[in-house]
Protein backbone atom coordinates (compact mmCIF):
# COMPACT_ATOMS: atom_id res chain seq x y z
CA UNK A 1 0.00 0.00 0.00
CA UNK A 2 2.67 2.74 0.84
CA UNK A 3 4.50 1.72 -2.66
CA UNK A 4 1.08 2.93 -3.94
CA UNK A 5 1.33 5.88 -2.33
CA UNK A 6 4.63 6.69 -3.10
CA UNK A 7 4.11 6.20 -6.70
CA UNK A 8 0.92 8.39 -7.02
CA UNK A 9 2.82 10.91 -5.62
CA UNK A 10 5.79 10.94 -7.41
CA UNK A 11 3.41 10.39 -10.65
CA UNK A 12 0.88 13.74 -9.61
CA UNK A 13 4.43 15.66 -8.21
CA UNK A 14 5.91 14.78 -12.49
CA UNK A 15 2.60 15.56 -13.88
CA UNK A 16 2.84 19.11 -12.02
CA UNK A 17 6.13 19.71 -12.94
CA UNK A 18 5.30 19.17 -16.86
CA UNK A 19 2.89 21.24 -16.80
CA UNK A 20 4.51 24.19 -14.47
CA UNK A 21 7.57 23.98 -17.54
CA UNK A 22 4.79 24.10 -20.54
CA UNK A 23 3.19 26.93 -19.20
CA UNK A 24 6.31 28.68 -18.48
CA UNK A 25 8.01 28.30 -21.81
CA UNK A 26 4.68 29.01 -23.58
CA UNK A 27 5.44 32.68 -23.52
CA UNK A 28 7.42 33.60 -26.79
CA UNK A 29 8.75 37.20 -26.50
CA UNK A 30 10.11 39.05 -23.59
CA UNK A 31 8.53 42.39 -24.98
CA UNK A 32 6.06 43.51 -23.45
CA UNK A 33 4.95 45.74 -26.87
CA UNK A 34 4.19 42.20 -28.45
CA UNK A 35 2.67 39.90 -26.76
CA UNK A 36 -0.24 39.13 -29.77
CA UNK A 37 -1.07 35.75 -29.44
CA UNK A 38 -3.46 34.27 -32.19
CA UNK A 39 -6.24 33.30 -29.16
CA UNK A 40 -6.43 37.22 -28.52
CA UNK A 41 -7.73 38.19 -32.42
CA UNK A 42 -11.06 37.93 -32.70
CA UNK A 43 -11.43 39.32 -35.65
CA UNK A 44 -8.91 40.18 -39.45
CA UNK A 45 -10.90 42.61 -41.28
CA UNK A 46 -10.60 43.88 -44.85
CA UNK A 47 -11.36 47.55 -45.34
CA UNK A 48 -11.66 47.25 -49.45
CA UNK A 49 -12.17 50.55 -51.18
CA UNK A 50 -12.78 50.56 -55.02
CA UNK A 51 -10.67 53.43 -56.33
CA UNK A 52 -13.34 54.28 -59.04
CA UNK A 53 -15.82 54.47 -56.30
CA UNK A 54 -14.21 55.22 -53.15
CA UNK A 55 -16.41 53.47 -51.42
CA UNK A 56 -15.08 51.13 -48.66
CA UNK A 57 -16.48 47.42 -47.80
CA UNK A 58 -15.60 45.80 -44.60
CA UNK A 59 -14.95 41.98 -44.95
CA UNK A 60 -15.04 40.95 -41.13
CA UNK A 61 -13.17 36.98 -41.01
CA UNK A 62 -13.76 35.71 -36.86
CA UNK A 63 -11.17 34.03 -35.55
CA UNK A 64 -12.04 30.22 -35.69
CA UNK A 65 -15.22 30.79 -37.75
CA UNK A 66 -16.41 27.88 -39.72
CA UNK A 67 -17.39 30.19 -42.64
CA UNK A 68 -15.27 32.76 -44.51
CA UNK A 69 -16.62 36.15 -45.78
CA UNK A 70 -17.08 36.62 -49.53
CA UNK A 71 -14.95 39.80 -51.42
CA UNK A 72 -16.40 41.11 -54.30
CA UNK A 73 -13.57 42.16 -57.04
CA UNK A 74 -14.66 43.33 -60.10
CA UNK A 75 -12.06 42.50 -62.89
CA UNK A 76 -9.84 45.35 -64.29
CA UNK A 77 -10.67 47.39 -61.07
CA UNK A 78 -7.90 48.69 -58.67
CA UNK A 79 -8.72 48.58 -54.79
CA UNK A 80 -7.26 50.01 -51.61
CA UNK A 81 -6.81 47.36 -48.73
CA UNK A 82 -6.25 47.92 -45.27
CA UNK A 83 -5.86 45.45 -42.29
CA UNK A 84 -7.53 45.92 -39.86
CA UNK A 85 -6.64 43.29 -36.31
CA UNK A 86 -9.18 43.14 -33.47
CA UNK A 87 -9.43 41.70 -30.11
CA UNK A 88 -12.90 41.83 -29.20
CA UNK A 89 -13.93 45.72 -29.28
CA UNK A 90 -10.47 46.68 -29.33
CA UNK A 91 -8.14 47.80 -32.54
CA UNK A 92 -5.34 46.08 -31.87
CA UNK A 93 -3.37 47.28 -35.40
CA UNK A 94 -1.20 49.59 -33.49
CA UNK A 95 0.51 46.50 -31.53
CA UNK A 96 1.22 45.30 -34.50
CA UNK A 97 3.08 48.73 -35.90
CA UNK A 98 4.90 49.35 -32.48
CA UNK A 99 6.16 46.09 -32.90
CA UNK A 100 6.51 46.31 -36.96
CA UNK A 101 9.95 44.47 -37.00
CA UNK A 102 8.52 41.35 -35.56
CA UNK A 103 5.55 40.86 -38.04
CA UNK A 104 4.83 40.23 -41.54
CA UNK A 105 1.88 39.42 -44.04
CA UNK A 106 1.76 37.42 -46.52
CA UNK A 107 -0.81 36.90 -49.24
CA UNK A 108 -1.99 34.09 -51.01
CA UNK A 109 -4.25 33.99 -53.73
CA UNK A 110 -5.43 30.91 -55.32
CA UNK A 111 -6.90 30.49 -58.41
CA UNK A 112 -6.88 34.68 -58.55
CA UNK A 113 -4.81 36.83 -60.40
CA UNK A 114 -4.22 39.99 -58.74
CA UNK A 115 -1.31 42.09 -58.02
CA UNK A 116 -0.41 43.22 -54.94
CA UNK A 117 1.69 45.91 -54.48
CA UNK A 118 2.22 46.66 -50.75
CA UNK A 119 1.85 50.77 -49.32
CA UNK A 120 2.45 50.49 -46.00
CA UNK A 121 3.84 54.15 -44.66
CA UNK A 122 6.90 54.74 -42.49
CA UNK A 123 4.88 53.38 -39.54
CA UNK A 124 4.74 49.96 -41.09
CA UNK A 125 8.08 49.86 -42.93
CA UNK A 126 10.37 47.39 -40.92
CA UNK A 127 13.67 48.26 -40.14
CA UNK A 128 14.96 45.63 -42.72
CA UNK A 129 13.30 48.28 -45.40
CA UNK A 130 10.23 45.68 -46.13
CA UNK A 131 6.61 46.52 -45.55
CA UNK A 132 4.59 44.97 -43.06
CA UNK A 133 1.51 44.51 -45.42
CA UNK A 134 -1.58 46.53 -43.81
CA UNK A 135 -2.01 48.89 -46.42
CA UNK A 136 -1.86 47.29 -50.18
CA UNK A 137 -2.74 48.23 -53.50
CA UNK A 138 -5.13 45.47 -55.39
CA UNK A 139 -5.25 45.56 -59.86
CA UNK A 140 -7.40 42.97 -60.03
CA UNK A 141 -6.90 41.13 -63.70
CA UNK A 142 -9.28 38.08 -62.78
CA UNK A 143 -11.10 37.84 -59.36
CA UNK A 144 -11.72 33.94 -60.73
CA UNK A 145 -9.54 32.53 -62.67
CA UNK A 146 -11.48 28.97 -62.92
CA UNK A 147 -14.84 29.11 -62.16
CA UNK A 148 -14.94 25.14 -60.94
CA UNK A 149 -12.59 26.15 -58.14
CA UNK A 150 -12.44 28.42 -55.03
CA UNK A 151 -10.97 31.68 -55.03
CA UNK A 152 -9.46 32.93 -51.92
CA UNK A 153 -7.37 35.31 -49.95
CA UNK A 154 -5.22 33.37 -47.32
CA UNK A 155 -4.08 36.05 -45.10
CA UNK A 156 -1.14 34.80 -42.66
CA UNK A 157 0.42 37.53 -40.03
CA UNK A 158 3.93 35.86 -38.77
CA UNK A 159 5.36 36.29 -35.57
CA UNK A 160 9.09 36.56 -35.38
CA UNK A 161 10.47 35.71 -38.74
CA UNK A 162 13.85 35.19 -39.62
CA UNK A 163 13.79 36.73 -42.78
CA UNK A 164 11.42 38.34 -44.45
CA UNK A 165 10.63 39.40 -48.72
CA UNK A 166 8.06 41.54 -50.46
CA UNK A 167 8.96 39.25 -53.32
CA UNK A 168 5.63 37.15 -55.13
CA UNK A 169 5.86 33.91 -56.67
CA UNK A 170 3.57 31.93 -58.81
CA UNK A 171 1.79 28.90 -56.49
CA UNK A 172 -0.34 26.62 -58.38
CA UNK A 173 -2.93 28.51 -60.22
CA UNK A 174 -2.37 31.96 -58.00
CA UNK A 175 0.39 33.85 -57.00
CA UNK A 176 1.80 34.44 -53.18
CA UNK A 177 3.21 38.01 -51.99
CA UNK A 178 5.68 38.02 -49.36
CA UNK A 179 7.98 35.01 -48.13
CA UNK A 180 9.23 34.64 -44.70
CA UNK A 181 11.54 32.23 -42.90
CA UNK A 182 11.07 30.90 -39.57
CA UNK A 183 8.52 32.68 -37.11
CA UNK A 184 5.25 31.65 -36.04
CA UNK A 185 1.72 32.45 -37.13
CA UNK A 186 -0.08 34.80 -35.09
CA UNK A 187 -3.25 34.76 -37.22
CA UNK A 188 -4.52 32.99 -40.24
CA UNK A 189 -7.69 34.83 -42.09
CA UNK A 190 -9.58 33.18 -45.15
CA UNK A 191 -11.75 34.75 -47.50
CA UNK A 192 -13.54 33.55 -50.57
CA UNK A 193 -12.97 36.04 -53.66
CA UNK A 194 -15.90 36.27 -55.84
CA UNK A 195 -17.04 38.43 -58.92
Known amino acids: MKNI ?11 FLAVSLSLASCNRSDDEADDLPQEEL ?52 QEIKDAKNEHFLV ?26 GLKTKWAVNTAVKNASAPSQLVLTLFHEPVTV ?7 GNGVIYGTHTGGETDAEANYNIIN
Open 165 to 171: SEASAVS
Open 107 to 132: YNFPNSDITLTRTDDESSKRDDGNRV
Open 42 to 93: SDVLLRVTDEATGVPVVYDYQVNSTTNPNVKLINGHTYNVEVIFKNGDEDAT
Open 5 to 15: FKNTTLILGLL
